[in-house]
């Protein structure tokens, strides 16, 4: 190992045998070809990113590779040998560690005891306690992050405090390679450049490193190389990281030369009455003294880093959190102060954060989800009339363009977007006027987003007054009439988002300084 | 701008219709055709070992008579698990609300004016422990396992207080009169089951009470976001089965004509088990009145197969342990195949 850093640097494609090399993968479930003839090459040192749309066979693909599901056919070579991963356990025994989208830690253990989970340090069954926060201590140093006490308990820690417990349990199995499903997805602006330092270390003493985002930006400044995947089919592999045009990598992932555009902001900004005015709203410890107005046809974005108190603002306008001092009106008027119940009438929709654990019931049908706010409008003395709610569920999955338009189909199976497209189904059934959005391209694929973003401003032009919040930077500014920034739980910008870019906003944010 | 982009789920394999046998089995209707299959089966077994009196029209009324007091608490529990509780204290609150109803106070002022006396004093002591077990789960957020659990000790502490271990016969001749008659030749303790199992049906699938049992129990914070009053609503779900406890003790009081503190013994556990061979999901969020309803048929017609045949119940115990365990088998397997457990 201790050449492949020159290997890495001296790009000689055929010098060296690769560490992973999986030729014509094909896994097939009812009904469907999930990879029909992937093949890959990652190479020790190597930051190898994994591109493609929802669907497109990633998951499946790093399923087969961590032993979770076995290919119905291809071959996987390891270090040059023939191998069959026939389980998770044989994928860590060879040395192969993957790191999911959900963490899967457990909070109330410590930070050590997860890292040695299932392979405890112990004597005679006993848990050899000091020995096991010695070696968690020196893995966590080895990635940078030596402040991570390994007796904290992991419930403690951030999103990505957690991502890098996980990252040292993988080295804990000695991992050759390590795969990360979206790591940057949790994670702000400032943690994810800490995230890639530990990974260019990892890269540089030799571990393979399989990366997955749907972040193009992220991967031109990480990775090496690049393979795209499409419709369960290998697009392209080995491309150059750094160089390959951004325009080439969509046209890849989506067959089509594309680029995801903002659309256009109405030339006259929207004024006149403030549908919501937030008043000098606080909460001890999370944010203080929030005041904005927004008007009806408006979006408005709120940009800030993740603990800026962003989310916490939005929750406390809806009522899921009671806001300490000041006031929230719509339309003029006032609403109870930590009712979702009394926002909700009032007509405040909340696309939360977690569209999968605070939005979706993810066992009932898209219907039931898109009707679930609205439910008495289609009900006479507590009975629901259900020709009626299905027209209703009907209509709205026509307007919005959920796909497949089949309302009776279990929300769960649906991709990312067009998840989000119920979800925004729900309030616009309920007639809402005021929506406010958190993170709402979260999960949600390259192409699917511009869907996403000119709904968002359709539904302003049909007189919502809109709030969005998102840790892309880019996407606040290129969607928002107007952006707020946060920083530190108070307001320091509020201007028009075509007076302001992106590095400005990030001075603000970092540095918590207004605009001069 | 409209782009074409695929929609194909991560993982295509779910919410696809299976053709052939195995769409039988997928729907709602066809886990209940599994349940179905299996009570035909003990049927059968019990024409067989039996024949024409496990056959007799007595004998049926006796299964359903049987059925009817533990069916209208598993209607009751249908609602408590599917909204994403657990009631242990069902049978301890049976017990209370016999008592209660039956004292000789109660009994008196119901001779004096009507027997509804007694059915209101049921319902009103059943529907008051089920609103305290409520709130103290849904307000105090309490675990509802501890809460019921408690309950369960201190209802039928106090019903045993009350009764002072005496068994308190029912004297009340109207109150057994109505209770004791039949309807066109079936038990009016049957027809009552009949009636709370189709108000049961409707309430879960077609009010919007039912539908928000059904967010509550699969996604409490998403129902909560969506402005659904998730601690009003997990309250009543206890009042409803605590109400329903009531009402089978009023039908354990007309069926036994007398009130103890040891009606209701293990209530909770046949309750929940017919409740999960149903098929109603026990973590909440899928619910059937169905099977319920055929839960309880199948558990009371194996005891009265064993009766029929003088097997004695610790064998009967045997057999449900088994069969819980096969039917929650079987419905996993049937669910892992419908991709949607």
Known sequence: METSTETRLTPEPDATEPLLRMRGIVKRFPGVRALDGIDIEVRAGDVHCLLGQNGAGKSTLIKVLSGAHQ???????????????????????????????????????????????????????????????????GLLRRLGHPEIAPATEVGRLSSAGKQIVSMARALSHEAKLIVMDEPSAVLDQHEVRRLFGVIRELAAQGVGIVYISHRLEEIREIGDRVTVLKDGHTAATGLAAATTPTSEIIRLMTGRAIEYAFPDRPATPPSGEPMLAVSGVSRPGEFRDVTFSVAAGEVVGLAGLVGSGRSEILETIYGARRSKAGSVTVGGRRLRAGSVGAAVAAGVGLCPEERKSQALVLGESVGRNITLASLTRFARGGFVNRRDERRAADEQVAALDVRPSDVERHVRTLSGGNQQKVVLARWLLHDCRVLLLDEPT??????????????????????????????????????????????????????????????????????????? | MKTDIAVASEQPDTGRRQPGFAALFSGPAGRSLGLVIALVLLCVVGVITSGSLFMSFDNVMTILRLASVIGVVSIGMTFVITGGGIDLSVGAIVALASVWASTLATQTLATDTHWIVMVTTALLVGGGCGLINGLLIAYGRMAAFIVTLAMLAGARGLAEIIAQKQTQVVTVDAFVDFFGADVLGIPVLVVIFALVSIAGWVLLNRTTFGRRTLAVGGNPEAARLAGIKVKRHTTLLYVLLGLACGLAAVMLLARTTAGTSTHGLLYELDAIAAVVIGGTLLSGGRGTIVGTVLGVLIFTTLTNVFTLNNLDTSTQAVAKGVIIVVAVLLQQRVAARNGST
């Open chain 1, 442 to 516: 979260r999960g949600v694929d390259v192409g699917a987003r511009s869907e996403i973003y000119t709904l968002i401003r359709d539904l302003a032009e049909s007189g919502i007054a809109v709030v969005v919040v998102s840790s892309e930077i880019e996407e606040v500014i290129g969607l928002s009439d107007r952006v707020l920034v946060v920083s530190d739980g108070a307001i320091v910008h509020d201007g028009p988002a075509a007076e302001i870019d992106e590095h400005a906003v990030l001075d603000m944010v970092m540095e918590g300084k207004t605009a001069a």
């Open chain 1, 71 to 137: 290919p119905d056919d291809g071959t996987i070579d390891w270090q040059g040998e023939r191998i069959r991963i026939i389980d998770p356990q044989a994928a860590l025994d060879h040395g192969i560690a993957t790191i999911y989208q959900e963490l899967d830690l457990v909070d109330g253990l410590t930070v050590a005891e997860n890292i040695y989970l299932g392979h405890e340090r112990a004597r005679w069954g006993v848990v050899a306690r000091a020995d096991a926060n010695r070696s968690a201590a």
